[in-house]
């Protein structure tokens, strides 16, 4: 009989083999799933870093922002704490529109970047709702010196039209709830019944109420006060109190701040004795203009409004809740409605919301 011996072991390590390499895919298969789910997982904490970082750049929005020049861009939020991190960067584009990028990433236990993610945002400012139905409205009585002191007739402050465009036309020059309105020589400005014009028309603006916009004042101020803008190298100095930013245009001017318009806020009364500014003027107590004090944007008083000396002037819309007693506007006070000051104030005090298509987009 022909010798068979060892055909036993051959097959044996023919099995082994085939099992051996079974083993072998499984394992790579399995490897290559755990390292799949390990990238989807990394991934996705990434793309989850990104879009926290969006929300909350989006819930704390920056009114410096609103400063930025078109096509410059800000980093305003950093976060790298942890297994992962992101980082929000903001540019703007044109008036009020605004493009956030929030980049998120995962990193491993040495700090290795695992995974990254870029979500971006469309946004546009939606101003704050300030009722300028007039140059002046009144929730208490009055006296005014004549009808040269409130004017309603829409005008552009000087060197503005550029940012401004053309004048809208006028409104009223005087809205009151019904107070009596004295006028001490020649006729009385156009003066509107407004049943509508109450307590509500000077504590709340929209969604944002004067307590909340004053909580979230940009600066915070006291007593008496003389406003300038400042500059250093080549930056408007935002943070000084006396920067109220630039309602100027030309020689003399401090370019940097013709867009800063801040949200400044007075608890008590205030004595504006002089200087400029723009934006929006919140006093909780009276409010004295002297010194030739001039002012663009919005100005809400809960208490009166007085003249010191040198008077002043306010381009816009003043507001004044005559909480404290009659409001006494002298001859060389001066209220001019403008409803590009207004709306320049506004938009910089808005609140950013997403366009209602075509916002979001995974970038990466």
Same mark, same amino acid.
């Given at each position: 009989?022909?010798?068979?011996?060892?055909?036993?072991?051959?097959?044996?390590?023919?099995? &082994?083999?085939?099992?051996? =390499?079974?083993?072998? $895919?499984?394992?790579? =298969?399995?490897?290559?799933?755990?390292?799949?789910?390990?990238?989807?997982?990394?991934?996705?904490?990434?793309?989850?870093?990104?879009?926290?970082?969006?929300?909350?750049?989006?819930?704390?929005?920056?009114?410096?922002?609103?400063?930025?020049?078109?096509?410059?861009?800000?980093?305003?939020?950093?976060?790298?704490?942890?297994?992962?991190?992101?980082?929000?960067?903001?540019?703007?584009?044109?008036?009020?529109?605004? *493009?956030?990028?929030?980049?998120?990433?995962?990193?491993?236990?040495?700090?290795?970047?695992?995974?990254?993610?870029?979500?971006?945002? *469309?946004?546009?400012?939606?101003?704050?709702?300030?009722?300028?139905?007039?140059?002046?409205?009144?929730?208490?009585?009055?006296?005014?010196?004549?009808?040269?002191?409130?004017?309603?007739?829409?005008?552009?402050?000087?060197?503005?039209?550029?940012?401004?465009?053309?004048?809208?036309?006028?409104?009223?020059?005087?809205?009151?709830?019904?107070?009596?309105?004295?006028?001490?020589?020649?006729?009385?400005?156009?003066?509107? &019944?407004?049943?509508?014009?109450?307590?509500?028309?000077?504590?709340? *603006?929209?969604?944002?109420?004067? =307590?909340?916009?004053?909580?979230?004042?940009?600066?915070?101020?006291?007593?008496?006060?003389?406003?300038?803008?400042?500059?250093?190298?080549?930056?408007?100095?935002?943070?000084?109190?006396?920067?109220?930013?630039?309602?100027?245009?030309?020689?003399?001017?401090?370019?940097?701040?013709?867009?800063?318009?801040?949200?400044?806020?007075?608890?008590?009364? &205030?004595?504006?004795?002089?200087?400029? $500014?723009?934006?929006?003027?919140?006093?909780?107590?009276?409010?004295?203009?002297?010194?030739?004090?001039?002012?663009?944007?919005?100005?809400?008083?809960?208490?009166?409004?007085?003249?010191?000396?040198?008077?002043?002037?306010?381009?816009?819309?003043?507001?004044?809740?005559?909480?404290?007693?009659?409001?006494?506007?002298?001859?060389?006070?001066?209220?001019?409605?403008?409803?590009?000051?207004?709306?320049?104030?506004?938009?910089?005090?808005?609140?950013?919301?997403?366009?209602?298509?075509?916002?979001?987009?995974?970038?990466?």
């Amino acid at each position: 009989m022909r010798n068979e011996r060892g055909a036993a072991l051959l097959l044996a390590v023919v099995a &082994l083999a085939a099992v051996g =390499a079974m083993v072998a $895919g499984a394992f790579l =298969a399995g490897w290559l799933e755990l390292r799949g789910a390990a990238s989807a997982r990394h991934a996705i904490a990434a793309f989850e870093a990104a879009e926290a970082g969006a929300v909350e750049a989006v819930a704390g929005w920056s009114r410096a922002l609103g400063r930025l020049p078109a096509g410059t861009d800000s980093v305003v939020r950093r976060d790298s704490s942890g297994a992962v991190g992101h980082v929000v960067t903001v540019t703007r584009l044109r008036g009020s529109a605004f *493009f956030l990028r929030s980049q998120g990433w995962a990193a491993g236990g040495a700090g290795e970047p695992l995974a990254r993610r870029m979500v971006g945002i *469309f946004l546009r400012l939606t101003p704050l709702a300030v009722e300028h139905g007039s140059a002046l409205a009144l929730g208490g009585p009055a006296r005014l010196a004549d009808s040269a002191v409130v004017s309603g007739e829409d005008a552009v402050p000087a060197g503005w039209s550029a940012a401004c465009g053309a004048a809208a036309g006028s409104v009223p020059a005087v809205r009151t709830s019904g107070a009596a309105i004295v006028v001490d020589s020649g006729p009385a400005p156009a003066v509107v &019944l407004d049943t509508l014009l109450g307590p509500a028309s000077f504590r709340s *603006f929209g969604v944002r109420s004067f =307590a909340e916009l004053a909580a979230a004042a940009d600066l915070r101020v006291s007593g008496t006060v003389v406003p300038a803008p400042a500059a250093a190298g080549g930056r408007c100095t935002a943070d000084d109190p006396g920067n109220w930013g630039e309602p100027l245009t030309g020689a003399g001017s401090v370019a940097p701040c013709f867009d800063d318009r801040p949200v400044v806020y007075a608890p008590g009364s &205030l004595v504006v004795a002089g200087g400029r $500014g723009q934006g929006i003027l919140l006093v909780g107590g009276d409010l004295e203009l002297g010194g030739g004090a001039d002012f663009r944007g919005v100005v809400v008083v809960l208490g009166r409004v007085t003249s010191g000396p040198g008077g002043g002037r306010i381009a816009g819309t003043l507001l004044v809740a005559g909480e404290t007693g009659a409001t006494l506007l002298g001859p060389d006070i001066r209220v001019a409605y403008s409803s590009c000051a207004v709306s320049r104030a506004a938009v910089a005090a808005g609140t950013p919301e997403r366009l209602r298509e075509g916002a979001w987009a995974e970038l990466y």
